[in-house]
């Protein structure tokens, strides 16, 4: 995101805030600087403007937060939130879907070769 347009969203973004009956949150910053490198990644400047990096925070914090009230509304139907929840909801843009599969899949990759190692390792000890 150029920085001229992230003007342009901050403006929006205030003329939002200013015409809702809320004051604006005054939060910790959670990502800036991980966003500050992903934003470098996709094209802008390696120290892009702080009102920049904190509008983009700002957004992608209140998709995850949405999307985790989402997601917890259907599992309240069951009794327990499930990463299933989050699939569903992600469904339609394939993208993500086939991203958060593959994050998935890797994770669980990760976690028979933790449990393979261990194994290794209790007959290794025995063995002495």
Do not use: W
């Not at 403007?49 to 998709?63: C, G, M, R, S």
Request: glycine share 4%; proline share 4%.
């Amino acid at each position: 995101m150029s920085n001229t347009a992230a003007a342009a969203a901050a403006s929006s973004s205030k003329s939002k805030a200013a015409g809702s009956s809320q004051a604006p949150e005054k939060r910790k910053p959670l990502f800036q600087k991980e966003l500050q490198h992903m934003m470098y990644g996709f094209g802008d400047e390696q120290n892009p403007l702080p009102e920049t990096v904190a509008l983009v925070e700002d957004i992608v914090v209140e998709y995850v937060t949405d999307l985790t009230h989402k997601a917890q509304e259907i599992g309240t139907k069951r009794g327990r939130l499930l990463v299933d929840d989050f699939l569903y909801l992600i469904r339609k843009d394939l993208p993500k879907l086939n991203r958060c599969r593959e994050l998935l899949a890797m994770q669980e990759e990760l976690k028979q070769a933790r449990k393979a190692f261990d194994v290794d390792e209790e007959k290794i000890t025995s063995l002495d």
